[in-house]
């Protein structure tokens, strides 16, 4: 029974191993994708942003009001 023990754990020890270094890869994938998925929003609301700041001054302006503050 110990020599089982003594070939087996190592190997149980390296799929496990095996097992944390995946998951840890995949962790890191899935932390860029979440970055990426902030990134690609907080572009689309300052983008947004600006197109109603653009809207808002162009009306202004139509209307005869300074805005050269």
Known sequence: MKEIEEKVVPIIEKEIKIKESTLENLSGIFDAIQQ???????????????????ITINKAKNQGLDLSH
């Not at 998925?37 to 653009?54: D, G, I, L, V």
């Open 36 to 54: 990426t998925t902030r990134s690609e929003e907080f572009t689309q609301q300052r983008h947004q942003f600006k197109k109603m700041r653009s």
